[in-house]
């Protein structure tokens, strides 16, 4: 008796085991050819059989429907891993930078042959998000293009500090700054990038000119900057935008001022520490999401003397920081829907939609009991398809009646059965299960009162 929890275990791990090294497995390494290539028998061979896989691991009987049964196992359906491999690799192939056999296939829609899907990795990575629109992969930057007149400064504090601290900090960083600018003139841009909780994505930012000391704002604005941004798209957008509009106004000011004896100096202000540490690094290694920050700071610098790329901490009470703050929460109100969206935050959205809650029941949890027939049973009692209800044995034509054997007239399904049921009122008094808005969440909360009571009515 003592054997059976060990060898319950031991099948789990051995299921587990056949799924990932088999099953798997072969449609990962095959993810390439899966949508192109692999025949339609061949696919349903393979998601037939790892379906079988967890239904053996979960103890869900063969009727449990599709959705319940990856609720139960807390695993995405074999088309939907396989899709988001094939969309990493779409990614890796569309980087190539020669014409690959990869990337052609990729960049051209396949025609619709026999026994073929007319799908691309590409289509496949973009079916899995709100929008169709993505912004053209950037080539990378060769290593030895380096900006010579860029200067990075990082304000001397940490994010712990205390407000005033931070502020002092950063505006004895911003006073060094301006001391190193020799230029009567210069200009200075804000940054600030904004995500709602819904992932929605603005930028902002506010261009000040200065001259001979006197400060004055010149232009701002604020922009959306797309549906499934993360915090650092955002910021990157917002620095674009901001290079992009001191850049217009050099351009405009040197066919203005003949005389101008030099070059400005530009100080661009912001507070992502992610973004000027990628900018920092090594221009070949950069991610794709940064090269065009790379690119804008690349463009101005031809216009002016010297860039000074400077961090300062955020929510410090520093007055343009917070201003520009503003301006980016506007931007994630402004229609997205143009928006083309960023290579990692097309990757950060595919996985989140790809993403699967973990198995609603903790075996753990289970302690004693940990048996594999009450997993079992447990799970069966989630997805409803439990040969422990009349409701479900009619319903394939195995019992004659859906009714309780407690209750004339009285349907048994797992409510009924585990919360309801006056005839098990006694076992479920002992085991001390409460009372629950649905199944699923009692076997989440408390699945050892549960199989406590199967245990009490003698079903486990
Ligand atoms: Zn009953």
């Excluded at 003592?2 to 319950?8: E, F, H, R, Y």
């Excluded at 799908?119 to 990378?140: M, Y």
């Excluded at 070949?284 to 940064?290: G, L, Q």
């Excluded at 009349?390 to 009714?403: F, K, Q, T, V």
Aim: aromatic share 6%.
């Amino acid at each position: 008796m003592s054997l059976l929890p060990v060898i319950s275990k031991l099948l789990e791990k051995l299921v587990q085991k056949a799924i990932n090294q088999y099953v798997l497995s072969s449609g990962l390494y095959g993810a390439a050819a899966y949508y192109g290539l692999t025949t339609n028998s061949g696919k349903r061979l393979l998601e037939t059989a790892y379906n079988q896989c967890l239904r053996v691991a979960t103890g869900c009987v063969p009727s449990t429907p599709l959705t319940k049964l990856y609720e139960v196992a807390g695993a995405p359906s074999l088309h939907t891993k396989i899709t988001r491999q094939a969309g990493n690799l779409a990614n890796i192939a569309l980087r190539h930078s020669t014409p690959t056999p990869a990337r052609t296939v990729l960049s051209a829609r396949v025609p619709q042959r026999i026994r073929q899907d007319k799908t691309t990795w590409q289509q496949l990575a973009q079916e899995t998000l709100p929008t169709q629109q993505f912004l053209p992969l950037p080539s990378r930057p060769p290593p030895w293009a380096k900006v010579e007149n860029l200067t990075i400064h990082i304000t001397d504090c940490s994010r712990d500090d205390p407000p005033h601290v931070r502020l002092s900090a950063a505006l004895e960083c911003l006073d060094k700054v301006s001391s190193l600018c020799a230029q009567s003139q210069s200009y200075e841009v804000w940054t600030d990038g904004s995500v709602t909780d819904e992932g929605t994505g603005g930028s902002g930012y506010l261009v000040i000119k200065v001259t001979d000391g006197q400060r004055s704002e010149v232009c701002s604005g604020s922009d959306p900057a797309g549906v499934v941004a993360t915090s650092f798209t955002a910021e990157v957008t917002a620095a674009v935008a901001g290079l992009s509009a001191a850049e217009d106004l050099l351009t405009a000011g040197l066919t203005n001022t003949d005389g101008q004896p030099s070059l400005p100096d530009l100080i661009l202000v912001t507070d992502s520490r992610s973004l000027t540490d990628s900018v920092a690094g090594d221009p070949y290694r950069m991610s794709p999401d940064t090269i065009p920050v790379f690119e804008a700071i690349k463009s101005i610098s031809q216009l002016v003397t010297s860039i000074h790329l400077v961090w300062v901490s955020s929510h410090c009470g520093l007055f343009l920081n917070d201003k520009v703050d503003r301006l980016a929460a506007a931007g994630t109100q402004v229609p997205q829907g143009h928006v083309r969206l960023p290579v990692q935050a097309t990757k950060t959205a595919v996985r989140k939609a790809t993403r699967y809650p973990p198995p609603l029941l903790d075996t753990k949890k289970l302690g004693d009991l940990r048996t594999r027939k009450a997993s079992c049973k447990l799970n069966q009692l989630m997805t409803g398809h439990c040969s422990l209800l009349n409701g479900y044995l009619h319903r394939i034509g195995a019992a004659h009646s859906p009714h309780c054997v407690f209750c004339p007239g009285v349907v048994e399904d797992a409510m009924h059965f585990l919360f309801d049921c006056p005839g098990r009122a006694q076992s479920r008094h002992s085991a001390a299960l409460q009372s629950s808005s649905s199944v699923s969440q009692a076997v989440a909360e408390s699945p050892y009162n549960i199989a406590r009571f199967l245990q009490l009515e003698k079903l486990l």
